[in-house]
């Protein structure tokens, strides 16, 4: 018995040293950010992004139409046009994180537009009360009430996409009149669903799209997951299995860029 004893709290104190994640370079949320914003993470082991990217790139919660297991995103120009609702700070602020993202990731192609019939994707800003009617406006009643009963949403995007993976219209409802912590968490979050990473990940620990996390301004780590998704070697209607041979390269180059880019610069 004594010596079971022993043994058991030896790889008790080895469990305890290994650590739970590889990630480093901590450093406190952005200038700008909101006021709870949480710290960040600015250097992630390969392992650490690779199983993120496969599971925020494939699949998604919200399903209608066919099932998809194949990489999802726009291989065209990314044309935004902006709904404003609720106030105008509001507004100017959502503008500012649109271009944050045509800025820092690299090979998303996008730009605002003024015209709403040219748009790929759509972002309405609307105060919560008007949330189910902006959704019916959009879909129709019965797809919309679909929406809600599958997900029971706060905010929402759809992304619609050919066969091929080919995304060719999002749809993106931010709530605006509830606080500082949900809008720029739903204009985070909802952006990077709009433009191809469906899907959650609740076990990870530094991704906006973890449901249980709220982060509210674009990460190292989020940054990372849609340069990935923007790779030109990672193409729409790509498998798991095709993205998973070329991860290592794709990730080896990001590092690379992260390090040059301005977040990191410091
Ligand atoms: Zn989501």
């Known amino acids: 018995m004594r010596v079971q004893r022993i043994s058991l709290a030896i790889i008790l104190a080895v469990i305890a040293a290994v650590p739970a994640f590889a990630a480093s370079g901590k450093r406190p949320a952005p200038t700008g950010a909101w006021a709870g914003a949480p710290a960040e993470y600015t250097r992630f082991t390969a392992a650490e992004l690779s199983r993120g990217f496969l599971a925020l790139a494939f699949g998604s919660d919200l399903r209608l139409g066919t099932k998809s297991n194949n990489i999802r995103r726009f291989d065209t120009a990314v044309r935004l046009h902006l709904v404003a609702g609720g106030n105008d700070a509001r507004t100017q602020t959502y503008r500012r994180i649109a271009g944050e993202f045509a800025q820092k990731i690299p090979n998303l192609n996008m730009r605002l537009v003024d015209d709403l019939s040219s748009a790929n994707v759509v972002v309405r800003l609307i105060d919560e009360k008007d949330f189910f009617a902006a959704m019916e406006a959009a879909y129709g009643r019965e797809t919309a009430r679909s929406f809600v009963a599958q997900t029971d949403p706060q905010c929402m995007t759809s992304l619609k996409s050919q066969a091929d993976g080919k995304a060719v219209r999002a749809d993106v409802f931010i709530i605006v009149d509830q606080g500082d912590e949900v809008f720029f968490d739903c204009a985070y979050h909802e952006t990077l669903h709009a433009f191809g990473l469906s899907n959650h990940d609740d076990r990870n620990a530094w991704t906006t799209l973890n449901q249980k996390r709220t982060v509210g301004y674009l990460s190292v780590y989020d940054r990372a997951m849609l340069t990935l998704l923007y790779d030109p070697r990672i193409q729409p209607g790509m498998t798991a299995s095709?993205?998973?041979?070329?991860?290592?390269?794709?990730?080896?180059?990001?590092?690379?860029?992260?390090?040059?880019?301005?977040?990191?610069?410091?």
Do not use: F, N, S, T
């Open 242 to 266: 095709q993205v998973r041979r070329i991860l290592p390269h794709a990730i080896k180059d990001l590092h690379l860029d992260l390090r040059l880019g301005p977040r990191l610069a410091d």
